[in-house]
């Protein structure tokens, strides 16, 4: 069964702050299966990133994912003030789902 | 506008049952693979079920294979989610999503507000 283990778990910036949040795989994975989501408080989580580093519709260009293997990234450019969120990795291997553990961004 | 809309969820006690329905709409939902994913209020997510178009092929997290069971019934647009011989641990808010694979590329692009099943005596 795959992990997928975020950090840090949490990142504390200020507006304007460039993010960076990391994924990383317990074994190599598909980037094809490879999303990312955003959950505010008492809201349903949003798909940022699909397929590792395709941008969701809708999605500021300020959000952006890479990574292959074991390791994955989701980039936020410049914090704007909505962007302090809880953000979850996934993986679908075509049999189990799996989502990392989450990193919160808030603000310093 | 994609809607979907869980309910069933409720109070109930360990041992028991519940069926969860998810609503579709503003979309063709025959078209799209679906899921429900749960999280304990203040936790993570997590992923429970899957069910393909027609709802002929299935997967379930090893937490509750052989207890819930994901179906579909594409002319009413509606997901279900049977659950028996819940356990405390269960208790969750439960999402049902509509999956995306676009360009061989996967992720799930819509999701409902979610039901609250607690499991208490």
């Known amino acids: 069964e795959i992990v997928l283990t975020q950090s840090p778990g949490t990142l504390s910036l200020s507006p304007g702050e460039r993010a960076t949040l990391s994924c990383r795989a317990s074994q190599s994975v598909s980037s094809s299966y490879l999303a990312w989501y955003q959950q505010t408080p008492g809201q349903a989580p949003r798909l940022l990133i699909f397929?590792?580093?395709s941008r969701a519709t809708g999605i500021p260009d300020r959000f952006s994912g890479s990574g292959s293997g074991t390791d994955f990234t989701l980039t936020i450019s410049r914090l704007e003030p909505e962007d302090f969120a809880v953000y979850y990795c996934?993986?679908?291997?075509?049999?189990?789902?799996?989502f990392g553990q989450g990193t919160k961004v808030e603000i310093k | 506008e994609v809607q979907l809309v869980e309910s069933g969820g409720g109070l109930v006690q360990p041992g028991g049952s519940l069926r969860l329905s998810c609503a579709a709409s503003?979309?063709?939902?025959?078209?799209?693979?679906m899921h429900w994913v749960r999280q304990v209020p203040g936790k993570g997510l997590v992923w429970v079920s899957r069910i393909n178009r027609d709802g002929s092929s299935t997967t379930y997290a090893d937490s509750v294979k052989g207890r819930f069971t994901i179906s579909r019934d594409n002319a009413k647009k509606t997901l279900y989610l049977q659950m028996n011989s819940l356990r405390v641990d269960d208790t969750a808010a439960y999402f049902c999503?509509?999956?995306?694979?676009?360009?061989?590329?996967?992720?799930?692009?819509?999701w409902g507000q979610g039901t609250t099943v607690t499991v208490s005596s």
């Open positions: 999503a509509r999956e995306l694979f676009l360009s061989g590329q996967y992720g799930v692009d819509a």
């Open positions: 503003g979309f063709t939902f025959s078209s799209y693979w």
């Open positions: 397929g590792a580093s």
């Open positions: 996934q993986h679908y291997d075509g049999s189990l789902g799996t």
